[in-house]
């Protein structure tokens, strides 16, 4: 009870920090925005101490399946506190800030060719955008979509190299998918595997077609409120990770899909030899009987 206590209470200020880390490392506007954010950070870490201070689960996936929100949660800190370097001012930055700066206008440079997501992204600026707007944009994406690509890579080799989820044990599909019915529908694993494509299908096309959708709608959402330094940072967090989280969630599905069927021919295999036990010893006592 304790340990749990104190793991919840752990994750709820981690949550904390990590939402009013863009508020306080940068410089607002307005003292009610940074207070609005506080505020906002305060009811998340809430939400995050009564779901892990409780026995079962209620939203939160993937509880006692690590270490998926842990990469998840690694990838979002490391790259808001990496976006808050390259929105800073470099003259009031320390050394750390600006080594940090550099790595991602140099992902950016890697990642930034013609039809990349990257370039996607800088072009839905309008051409008359502030040309420091448009590099500060370019390498925050830069080192937002290769932080994406990073947990997406060390997670397939998890599951390839570790076999997860095996080393943590029994995978309960009730307590680590909480949103997802297995009862519903005829075969649990056909919607596994379903979801699963869904969910790598959708991870792979959203850092392509949000920055399109939002060249469409540019009539209706201005770009250049990326200008706002608090902005840009979640746009592009979110821009990047989230697709990033939802194709680690396809994996993950599409593994668990795949331990069901194993399990499920292990016990056919078991069945059947019981069977054939079953035959062997009836055609013995056969024998048996006609010797006697």
């Not at 051409?127 to 947990?151: E, K, N, Q």
Request: one cysteine or more.
């Amino acid at each position: 009870m304790i340990a749990q206590l104190i793991n919840a209470l752990v994750r709820a200020i981690l949550a904390a920090v990590l939402v009013a880390l863009p508020a306080l490392a940068l410089p607002s506007a307005s003292q009610d925005g940074t207070q609005i954010v506080v505020l906002i950070a305060l009811v998340i870490a809430l939400l995050v101490f009564l779901e892990y201070n409780s026995a079962y689960p209620s939203f939160v996936e993937f509880r006692y399946a690590p270490p998926i929100n842990r990469l998840r949660f690694g990838a979002a800190f490391l790259t808001i506190a990496v976006l808050c370097a390259v929105c800073a001012d470099t003259a009031a930055t320390g050394t750390l800030a600006e080594i940090a700066a550099s790595f991602a206008g140099l992902s950016a440079d890697v990642l930034d060719v013609p039809f990349s997501p990257v370039r996607l992204m800088v072009m839905m600026l309008p051409p008359d955008a502030p040309p420091d707007l448009v590099a500060t944009l370019r390498d925050a994406a830069g080192f937002a979509y290769l932080m994406g690509m990073i947990i997406i890579g060390v997670f397939f080799l998890l599951v390839r190299v570790t076999g997860w989820p095996a080393r943590t044990g029994a995978f309960n599909v009730w307590v680590n998918l909480p949103l997802f019915d297995p009862t519903a529908g005829r075969d649990v694993v056909t919607r596994l595997q379903r979801h699963g494509l869904v969910n790598l299908v959708l991870g792979f096309l959203l850092p392509f077609c949000i920055p399109a959708v939002s060249k469409l709608v540019s009539g209706f959402f201005d770009p250049l409120v990326l200008s706002d330094p608090q902005t840009l940072i979640w746009v592009v967090c979110l821009w990047a990770i989230f697709p990033a989280s939802l194709m680690i969630r396809g994996m993950a599905m599409n593994r668990i899909a795949q331990l069901i069927l194993q399990k499920r021919q292990r016990a056919y295999a078991a069945a059947e030899a019981e069977e054939g036990d079953a035959h062997t010893e009836t055609a013995r006592r056969a024998e048996d009987w006609q010797f006697i």
